[in-house]
Structures are given as C-alpha cells and as structure tokens.
C-alpha cells in the first residue's frame, strides 16, 4: 500500500498534475463526455522512469481523473519481464491497493478462488514506461518448444495488459488463457470482476503522448473520413482455418457501408504496395498478414488522419512497441494512428480480438477499451490494446456541426438517412456535391456502389470524381479503383487499359510505382 512517506516521494506528481490541470482553458477543465468513466479510471505509472510519471499526470488532468487513482510502482523499465517480476513488482502491490482503498469486494467463488463481486475501478490506462509483457516460465534448457511456439494449454506468457484485466481473480497459477466474462457484452462498463485495460505507449514518449490530445480532440468533432480494408484471401494458400480472419474483415467492410464510412477494400493476395495513393483521410485500417509493416505503412511520408484507429493481424504485431519499423503496432502508431490493437505473442486467430465485433462496438459509440474486451474472449493472453482506454471516435452527438469534414458528414449523414431509398440517396449526394464542389463525395459514393456490386454505376462516379479531383494522388487512386470495379464484372482488358494509360499520364508522379504494381497483381489474376 502507498504510505505517507511514498506520497511524498511522488510530490512532483502532485506538481506536475496541478501545472497540466490549471494550464488547460476553462473549457477544456469542464467534464468529458465519457465523464462519468473519469472517476472509475485508474492510472498506473512505473516510478522508475520520469516520463511515465510525468505522462501519468498529464493524461489524468486531461481526463479530469482524481489524483488518487493514479498509482506508481517500482518496476523494471524493459519492455519483458519474468513472471514472477510481475508478481512482486506489479500483481501484488496493485492488490494491497485495491484492498487498502476498498476499491473491491472479493468472494470466494464455487473452486474456492477469489474473484471480486464489486469493483470501483472500471478502466486502467498503463502508461508509457510500463513493462508490456510477461515472458514464459518454462525453462529455456527444457526440451520443450519457447514460448512463443507452446500450444494454448502449457503457455503462461502473457501481456501485462491481459494479466492486470483479470486482477481480481485470484485463480491457480495459470498455463493458458482464461475465459473473458465480457466477452460479446453488450453492456458498458466491463463486469465487477474485471478490468479493462488500455496502453497509452508507443515508440516512444512523444507519440504515447499524441495519442491522449488526438483522441480529446477527436471526440469533440468526430472521426471522419475513409475506411481501408486488406484482405488477405489466407485460406486459398493456408486452409480453411484462416477463412475466419478474412470473414471479419468483410463483415467490418459490411459495418462500414451500413454507417456511411466510404470503404477501399483491397482484395488482391499481396498487401497494398509501397506508394499506394492512399491520400490523408484514412481513419480506419484493418488487414494482414506479414510480420512487418509494409507498403504505405512502412513509408514515413504516410500519415493517417488524426483519431485513426488501426491493427493488422498478425502473431507478434506487437512484439515490441519501441520500433517505428518492426512488427506493426509501433508502425502504426508511427504513421499517426490514435488506437491501435496487437499481439506480444501467438495467441492463436480464434483466442485474438474478434475485429468484426471491436468495430461493432466502436462504431456504436463504446469506448476503445470496452470496444476491445468485448471482442477478446480470453485474459491472460497475448492482446494489447494501445490507446486511451476512454477514446470514444464515434460518440453518439444529437448534432453535427459543418465547417470541416462537410463532404464525410454528408455522405455519412445521407446513407444513414436514405439508404433504404437509393434514388434519394443519389439525388441528395449529387446536391451535396454541387454544393460543395467535392470529388470526395462521388467517390465515397463510387466505393458505396461498389460494396453494392453496382460496378457499372461506381464507375461513373469515378469519373466524375477525378474530373473534380485536382492532385495527382487522388487521381491515380481513381484510376486504381476503376480498373478495380473493371476486374469485378470480368472486363480485365479495359481494366488494364486504364492502368496503362494512368502510367503514361502520370510518368514520375508519386505512386507511379504502385500502379505498376497493381498491374502486374491483376495480370495475374
């Protein structure tokens, strides 16, 4: 437990928390939104590095946390520990807490373990500084297989985040995930015996601390802009045990139709290539499955829009998180993405987060933390989760202010009102579009059509939307997406066609390359 003597110890906690608080305008010290979530937030912070410290205070005051929810501890700074570090250093003093501050109540249950029945704290943000995963027990002169190899039964590695979501459950030292009560929920909040948690980390102290003023801003104007969906076609080359990873991302695709949310779906076998003329209104990524980041987002001049929420699939996607190169969460992070999701180690496609059911979630306005854990269906594994555990991207608002975003807020707003009606739909974005003079509008609707096979028509607002379009960027985009409908009726010729004159009146241009790419791709399709 925290004692007077450790209290003062951390008076520059104090200092720095009351500094970040009274620097902010008035408005910005007004509660949240997801103010109610404030008080049952607890932050935790390692003592030993000062810009864990400092982070854990700045976040606190942006999110109007009591001071008292913030815990330091005395751990190792590496990104791996051993188990029983995590123990001593980390399980054990975060349960004289809890018990200390009455912030539970524990029963035994029914096998005699302790589980809590209540809970005060809701949400845990791990910052910056805090180890990221506990690394096998088995012995490394055993002749048993490493850890990242052990089959879902003998493995006690574990991320830290997936260890401290099910603190309270005082059960046998465990080889192997536990099952998550929250999991598929469709409720707020988590349940008494749980935790959700959430990383604010990153490649390094800057970006973790983007990542708490991206996701405030957000929240106050919403999170508009472009969906992208790489689908990997897993199963033609390793089974059908991998048609479920694809199966999610064509159901998130669905998701995104249904919400407005424009949506460029790469159906090809290879990822998106290196220079892909994605443009900067990406808020959405979902795909897999190569070990490192690649294409566009291995490329330093590509940025997502701010709040972007992103993860690719892939085993040890978060491996490490101090790499603006290596794996994908520290990439994706690099890249400007606000919340991103990740494994420390092979947690197996069934035991990993089901994405069709976090973009269920999200989209309907939980926070990024609930949205993750209740599409976990395992603690005590491998998932992390980077980002502010409170983010809300797509809070409910009763109104939408124009100004900034207008051609995604009315392209959202008009499928969500006229879907059902898609003469009116067309009739009142081709209004929209002449108000506003924008390419995005036609081909959001383009990408729209798309997803509703209605290549014929999505073509003509392609046209008309690279005639709007005056960056060559936008323009080749255009170019892809045609020859792209071209392939899905069967016409590979005019498909083809398009790209080989795109190449001619684009020499030089950037992305010029990625064309060519995606030439050969269809080629050979």
């Not at 700045?58 to 990104?79: D, T």
């Not at 008309?464 to 255009?478: G, M, P, V, W």
């Amino acid at each position: 437990m925290m004692g007077f003597g450790q209290r003062i110890i951390d008076f520059s906690l104090v200092l720095i928390f009351l500094f970040v608080y009274f620097s902010l305008p008035v408005s910005a010290q007004e509660p949240i939104k997801n103010r109610q979530y404030a008080s049952a937030t607890l932050v935790i912070y390692n003592q030993n590095v000062a810009n864990s410290r400092k982070l854990a205070a700045y976040y606190a005051g942006k999110r109007n946390i009591p001071f008292e929810n913030l815990i330091g501890l005395k751990c190792s700074a590496e990104e791996i520990i051993t188990r029983s570090e995590y123990q001593r250093t980390i399980q054990e003093p975060l349960r004289k807490q809890f018990d200390a501050n009455g912030w539970w109540e524990r029963k035994e249950d029914a096998q005699g373990n302790l589980r809590a029945v209540h809970i005060k704290m809701k949400f845990v943000a791990i910052i910056f500084g805090m180890p990221l995963k506990v690394e096998s027990s088995v012995s490394k002169d055993s002749k048993q297989k490493s850890s990242t190899n052990l089959g879902p039964g003998n493995n006690d590695a574990a991320s830290i985040d997936s260890e401290i979501a099910c603190l309270s459950m005082d059960l046998p030292k465990l080889r192997g995930a536990t099952g998550n009560p929250y999991f598929r929920s469709t409720d707020r909040g988590g349940t008494p015996d749980i935790l959700l948690t959430s990383r604010i980390d990153g490649p390094n102290y800057v970006t973790a601390k983007r990542l708490i003023d991206d996701a405030i801003t957000v929240e106050e104007s919403g999170l508009w802009g472009m969906a992208l969906i790489d689908i990997a076609n897993l199963a033609k080359e390793k089974g059908v045990a991998y048609k479920i990873g694809d199966d999610w991302l064509e159901t998130c695709s669905s998701f995104y139709r249904k919400a407005g949310i424009p949506t460029l779906v790469d159906r090809f076998s290879n990822r998106f290539p290196k220079g892909y003329p994605l443009g900067k209104d990406i808020i959405l990524y979902f795909g897999w499955y190569t070990q490192n980041a690649q294409g566009p987002f291995a490329d330093p001049s590509f940025q997502f829009k701010r709040g972007a929420v992103a993860a690719h699939i892939h085993s040890y996607s978060a491996s490490t998180l101090r790499t603006t190169l290596k794996n994908w969460s520290g990439p994706l992070l690099s890249r400007g993405a606000c919340a991103v999701l990740g494994n420390v180690y092979e947690p197996f496609l069934q035991m990993s987060t089901h994405l069709d059911l976090f973009n269920a979630r999200l989209l309907a306005g939980f926070t990024f933390a609930e949205a993750g854990w209740i599409a976990t269906p395992v603690f005590s594994w491998m998932q992390v989760m980077v980002g502010d555990p409170l983010y809300q991207p797509f809070i409910i608002k009763s109104e939408i202010e124009a100004g900034q975003d207008d051609d995604f807020k009315a392209f959202r707003m008009a499928v969500l009102r006229w879907a059902s009606e898609p003469k009116q739909l067309i009739s009142n974005l081709d209004k929209a579009t002449d108000s506003l003079k924008s390419g995005k509008i036609l081909e959001s609707t383009g990408l729209y059509m798309m997803s509703e096979k209605k290549y014929k028509d999505a073509d003509e607002f392609f046209k008309r939307a690279s005639l709007l379009y005056t960056n060559s960027e936008d323009q080749l985009r255009i170019c892809l997406l045609r020859a792209q409908g071209k392939m899905r009726v069967g016409d590979k010729g005019s498909g083809m066609e398009i790209l080989s004159k795109a190449v001619k009146d684009f020499k030089g241009t950037p992305g010029i390359d990625a064309v060519k790419s995606i030439a050969d791709q269809m080629s050979k399709e």
